[in-house]
């Protein structure tokens, strides 16, 4: 299985390496014909909204994830600092090597992702150029690696994942986040925080995926743009809104997952790396979890 695996990925990235090093000829007579339909009436629905958010909202609106989330996060470690549980009880056994391998791969991809997709988002104050194109074709071997993890990752935790009656108790309470006090949480193994992320990366990811993919090939026709009765232009136009706000939200929920685990908990982040959690840490914040654990007599 592992082998297999290690096959697939190392095939993907391969193929991602000759698809960038492609001659972009091979598309050339569909980007003329493209090229010249760009200043026809039809071809224009969507150029004021996209040429406005391009210009005025979308660096500034990254801008301010990047500034406000981290500054909220570090707000609440200041004034509630961590969660800490015992670690001297009993180990329960949540995540075994291979799941924990992908998320790992996952952890992987977004640490490609995200800075070079930043990177093309803020390039003009970089200087453009072979940084920038650089980070272009890091970004494309990313996407392959995340489309490695993301697929096992669904199959995985899909079922684990679908919403429960816990998950609206939980977001009433914050998940317990907003209170220094030790309080059972209403949570399954997952919790809705972690559901959240979950659809976020796989859904929102699968999105990105589409509509990155659709930028890269630029105007290559693949009939996307007929079958929704766009130009091509307004179709890469449709794309590029779509990726950028997606990425928004998903950077937005990657620091917060990356707080959670590294610092709202303490230790948390170790049961991605031997595939145990402290069982007071599951007693309060997966109480359901925990006693259907009990009641299968586990722990």
């Excluded at 990925?9 to 980007?31: Q, Y």
């Excluded at 909202?57 to 990254?62: D, N, Q, T, W």
């Excluded at 200041?78 to 969660?83: P, T």
């Amino acid at each position: 299985m592992m082998k297999k695996y290690w096959f697939v990925l190392i095939t993907s990235l391969l193929a991602a390496s000759i698809a960038s090093a492609a001659d972009s000829r091979i598309w050339g007579g569909m980007i003329l014909a493209n090229i010249l339909a760009y200043g026809q009436e039809h071809a224009t629905r969507l150029g004021p909204l996209f040429t406005t958010l391009q210009a005025f909202y979308f660096r500034k609106i990254f801008a301010g994830v990047l500034l406000c989330v981290p500054a909220a996060f570090l707000v609440h470690y200041l004034v509630l600092g961590q969660k800490v549980f015992s670690h001297d009880g009993e180990k329960i056994f949540v995540f075994s090597v291979f799941k924990r391998l992908v998320h790992w791969l996952a952890a992987l991809a977004f640490i490609i992702l995200i800075p070079t997709g930043l990177m093309m988002v803020f390039g003009r104050y970089l200087g453009g150029g072979t940084l920038v194109a650089t980070a272009r074709h890091l970004h494309g071997v990313g996407t392959v690696v995340f489309l490695v993890a993301v697929i096992p990752m669904f199959l995985f935790w899909v079922a684990e994942m679908l919403p429960t009656r816990d998950d609206m108790r939980w977001v009433l309470m914050a998940g317990g986040y907003l209170s220094r006090a030790k309080q059972e949480i209403p949570a399954g193994k997952f919790n809705a925080g972690q559901k959240m992320w979950f659809w976020m990366v796989t859904l929102g990811g699968s999105g990105m995926i589409a509509t990155g993919a659709a930028l890269y090939l630029q105007d290559f026709d693949y009939g996307a743009a007929s079958l929704l009765g766009l130009s091509q232009i307004d179709l890469l136009r449709f794309c590029a809104i779509v990726h950028n706000f997606l990425a928004m939200a998903i950077i937005a929920n990657f620091i917060t997952h990356v707080y959670m685990a590294l610092f709202a908990i303490k230790g948390v982040i170790s049961s991605m790396i031997t595939g145990y959690k402290e069982e007071e840490e599951v007693r309060f914040l997966h109480s359901s979890f925990y006693k259907k654990l009990k009641g299968q007599r586990q722990v």
